[in-house]
């Protein structure tokens, strides 16, 4: 069997999961200590990796930007999204992160100068947003205390968008697992210092508990495999396919919320992700419309 679909399945299911686990991660620990600690134990099995495998991390100039500029969706992303786990449901996080292909084809026109959205790709943009206002309004999804965390999780998608443009500007070509390494590393700095600034609570370790296992997890799949795959798959698949990753799981991940965490499912919330993936469909593949051109 071809590892390729298995790269796919692999990447589908650990990015529908992922906003529940990160949720689950923060329940009985500090979500800035929660996503520091994930990311550490995945930086250390990433260098057993590379070590394993021979292959190189790049310490040079150009290398380090390319970290450096990976981490701030790595650090600043991640951790905008722990703590606004706390106050959103977590198949929103996934609905969010959806924006980001449309957010970096935003931004990739003021920092890489890159051409023009076409009509129908802004129509995609606010069919997408239109979709989003209609989940903001739905106060029983949400609760009346979800501010805070809708504007951490679109700071989130923000950064994570302009973490991707960034990395593209830099150029630089790294092997997929050096470079999610890199930039794992180079997070780590960052969560220590946010989390002192923040009064973190001291880790407590509980194998009995579902944020000690849901931490495990994201830092082996979630940072490790989840990436690998990702990067594997975009290798050898059209990016139109890779695509479809992006509207398949804010789905699952609704789905996943409401069984196992007793997340509601109102039709808004549907409603709104329904236009949202819309708009995403349009973005994607809005040039393959059958539009009438002038004789």
């Known amino acids: 069997m071809s590892s390729v679909p298995i790269a796919y399945l692999a990447v589908v299911l650990i990015w529908s999961t992922t906003p529940l686990t990160i949720a ?41 930007t390319t970290y450096a500029c990976a981490s701030l969706g790595v650090f600043g992303a991640m951790c905008c999204t722990y ?9 929103l996080i996934s609905i969010m992160f959806g924006l980001a292909p449309i957010l970096s084809a935003i931004l990739g026109q003021w920092i890489l100068k890159e051409p023009a959205l076409r009509a129908y790709r802004w129509i995609a ?9 209609v989940i903001f309004t739905n106060e029983l999804a949400l609760g009346g205390d979800s ?25 630089t070509q ?6 999610t390494v890199g930039a794992l590393l180079w997070s780590l700095p960052g969560f220590g210092l946010t989390w ?15 944020s000690f296992w849901a931490i495990l997890y994201l830092a082996v799949f979630g940072s490790l495999v989840g990436f690998v795959s990702y990067f594997h798959v975009l290798r050898h698949l059209p990016p139109s ?21 007793d997340e509601p499912l109102t039709a808004s919330l549907w409603q709104g992700c329904l236009l949202v993936v819309a708009g995403l469909a349009l973005f994607f593949w809005g040039h393959r419309l059958p539009l009438r051109r002038p004789a």
């Open 83 to 91: 703590i606004a786990s706390r106050y959103v449901p977590s198949g």
């Open 24 to 64: 689950w991660s923060s329940e009985s620990v500090d979500p800035v200590m929660a996503g520091w600690v994930r990311m550490l134990i995945a930086s250390l099995l990433g260098l057993g990796l590379l070590r394993l495998l021979r292959i190189p991390l790049p310490l040079h100039r150009e290398a380090q």
């Open 147 to 171: 501010l805070p965390g809708l504007l951490l999780l679109f700071l989130a998608v923000l950064l994570f968008s302009l973490s991707a443009v960034l990395v593209k500007r830099t150029g």
């Open 196 to 210: 002192w600034l923040l009064g973190g609570e001291p880790l407590v370790i509980d194998p009995d508990s579902r």
């Open 125 to 133: 943009c606010a069919l997408a947003f239109a979709g989003l206002g």
């Open 174 to 179: 790294t092997h997929p697992l050096a470079h």
């Open 241 to 261: 396919t890779v695509a479809l990753v992006t509207l398949i799981t804010p789905i699952f991940a609704l789905l996943l919320g409401h069984l196992l965490n």
